[in-house]
């Protein structure tokens, strides 16, 4: 069993509540560009960006102004992040346990730097990370694994020694196909059996991870 040297962080949905705020705002966006919304659009874009999320777009409206649309609905959200960015459950505890154990830190975000940037530093979280993998950074966002294999790279580590932390079900299977340690911290979709299959662990919440990680290491040293 590999050891964990090293943690890949997700961002929205899993640090950060704001998978629902793109959720919120999709409907809306739809209606701007005459569209009628489409209950799947929302979870179909879950760890996405750039040029696949124009080409999810299209599979639900054809001839739409994907690119458009989705600029339309990051404005709208990174609006109401200005008036703060709200944690998830457990995170301040698991970054604090994990800063105390000398276990280095990487963010792997489909979303552009500068925005990871942004949220991290209104959080009041960025000194816990040395380093970042945005979207812009690679060709092929989730579920491709270029992201994590990057972000485990800036982290100068071996994949199978990092423990990816995601909540979307395309994060799962990029951090599978990495080769990392996956662990599922589920945000809005609740995992299948499929998803459950391709990940080490699931936790309700990123406290719980903290005993995930305790009783892989205790199973370890028997």
Not at 68 to 78: E, L
Not at 147 to 155: D, G, H, N, S, T
Not at 157 to 180: H, I, T, Y
């Amino acid at each position: 069993m590999n050891r964990i040297r090293g943690v890949i962080f997700d961002m929205d949905g899993l640090m950060f509540d704001t998978e629902r705020m793109f959720t919120d705002a999709w409907p809306g966006v739809c209606a701007q560009f005459g569209l009628e919304y489409q209950p799947q659009l929302a979870a179909s874009l879950r760890g996405s960006n750039g040029a696949k999320s124009v080409e999810i777009i299209h599979r639900f409206y054809p001839e739409a102004d994907g690119a458009a649309m989705i600029a339309a609905c990051y404005n709208q959200v990174q609006g109401r992040l200005l008036q703060g960015v709200p944690k998830k459950k457990g995170l301040d505890e698991l970054l604090a346990y994990l800063k105390g154990r000398g276990l280095p830190m990487a963010i792997g975000s489909s979303t552009k730097s500068p925005l990871v940037k942004r949220n991290l530093n209104m959080a009041g979280v960025a000194g816990y990370f040395s380093q970042i993998a945005a979207g812009e950074m690679v060709t092929r966002c989730k579920p491709s694994p270029e992201l994590f294999l990057l972000a485990a790279k800036l982290l100068d580590l071996p994949p199978q020694n990092c423990l990816v932390l995601e909540d979307s079900f395309n994060g799962v299977r990029a951090g599978r196909a990495a080769g990392c340690i996956t662990v599922m911290v589920p945000d809005l979709s609740a995992p299948t059996q499929e998803i459950l299959a391709l990940c080490d662990g699931c936790c309700e919440d990123l406290k719980q991870v903290i005993g995930w990680i305790e009783q892989r290491e205790r199973t370890q040293t028997r």
